[in-house]
């Protein structure tokens, strides 16, 4: 039996041996994985944009209602529950956030076209938010009348500049200011106001409930301790989260509970599903290409735990060919949605991790199952 | 109220007698109603205006959201819907039922991010679809290529073998597209069983698709063809 020489890179020759081929199989793997990545893509930007204005608040833990599982379910909290929460040792601040997004009609002030904003408001002296952008211009909603606007509220809530007027709700609004948060798939906008102002354009709404209570702690405190400590000390009609939880609540609402949320749902499955069986067919019929060149191989003396591990080769470069391509094509599918949509598509190393380990894994299978044919391939053969 | 029984699964039971609380106010379900959710909302109930002003604080009875008008038969939509915008401000849109459903839609698919995504994954599939069957194509013709080889030495022009490929890619799109229909219809029962949506496949959705997929084809084989450029009736002996 002959040792084949290591510096023969067989694996490689084998494809490169008919060029135009590869470069369709690998575009076709770059297609499948493409299509992966957008469709998980969509339902991320389900559910990841509702998260980003998380991100914007400084919380330690949250105080919910029982009965709400998003920003969509309005279920408020008695504010008592702050002031009672603020007597826990390890609590420094119980601050209230108000919500509005249904009855808050937002007049575009080109077209005068009257849509619904997301509206959230707070008391001006609450260090609510992490942000120095809104940090800062947060000190201007004193006055009555004003909001700050989200520049990167869809267009057809109009063009709005600092200084602009328009009316919310039929009553006029004045933005001071601008700031960057994001919209998700319901809310198309958003507007911060002082809980003043709140209240005066939305004079149905009860002072003494909030939507959502803001805990922060005191230095060095463990949040997980504090937690425990509120869940004791406050009634049934609170519940008591981390933000992990709170958003993971969101996110599983978003996913799980929204049609939206459904069918991005299963287009990720059949767009997996299509995409992994193109990596498995593409490879298996690679293979079974090379059968003849691979005939020739056994017919040389190499034996078949030899050739199979060309074949995995074979299948692992093929893979890869088409994979490097595939991602960056999915970042560019990811950058052009969030530009069109507006929508938050986060292109995780976890999310390309995964993606990328299923495609992989799916050709490297397809290359075993291709070998196990390949013992049908007799050396004698070849002579016909 | 009424309650609606197509509503999804987590809005709860859906039977007359139900008592349950909205916004805090007890209701109790003395009726049904047959709607389903939209994309966005997961259930309705179908109230009288005093429960409406009830259940929802800021509501005013003097403002409403629609007034829906019925004409008297055999009058012309349009025709009354110019005279009723002649006389009303500008404070209220007239608009005919079909103006309505198309604003609604246009609304849904042109503003809000579903429709955009909903459109980028056909254009997707659409390309993997293309490049599917151009690899199929592209493989088939190059492992024929002595038979191809064969037919242009007997005398057949180019043209009659692109002719050909082009019959072989209509032949291989017709054959998987009731299959492939079936299996849609299948899954999208299931989808609407699960998201209890109205996911219908309407007759025009068919023809989309399969008006997109002779596009897939014609652009596969043209492309496909670009091999057939390589064959050589000299090959043969080679």
Redesign the interface.
Known sequence: MIAPPRHVPLAWRLLAADRPRLVISGSRIAFAVVLMFSQVGFLAGVTESALHLFGALRADLYLASPDRDSWEIDAEIPRARLYQARAVPGVAAALPLYFEAHRSEWKNPQSHQEDAIRVLAFDVEDPLWDRPDVRDQVRRLGAADTALFDRQARDFLGQVAEGSTTELRQRRVRVVGLIDLGTDFRHDGTLLMSDDNFFHYFPERRRDWCAVGVVQLCPGASPARVAERLRQALPGDVRVLTPAEFMAMEERYWARRTMAGLLFGFGVAVGVFIGTLSCFQIVAGTVQDASVPLATLQAMGYSRGQLRLVVVQLAAYLGLLGLLPGIAGGKVVYVLLQAGTGLTMNFTPGRVARLSLLALGMCVLAGLAAARELRKTDPAELLR | MLIDVHS?G?TGPTAVGLVTEI?GRRVTAVGECRIG????G?GLVVVGPHTFLKLA??AVRDRIQLGLIRLRPGLDPAAAAARLRGQLGADVRVLTRAEVEEIDQGNFLE????G??FR??VA??F??GS??L??IL??ET?NRRGEYATLLALGHTRRALVGVVVQMGLLYVSLSFLPALLLATG?LQ??GR????P?LLEVRHVLLVGGLCVVMCATASVLAMRKLRAANPAELFG
């Open positions: 999804k987590e916004h959710p939209g994309a966005l997961s604080p800021g503003r809000r991010p579903v955009i995504l980028i994954g997707l599939s390309l993997v490049v599917t151009y690899h592209a493989v190059s899954l299931l989808v699960v998201a209890r949506a996911a």
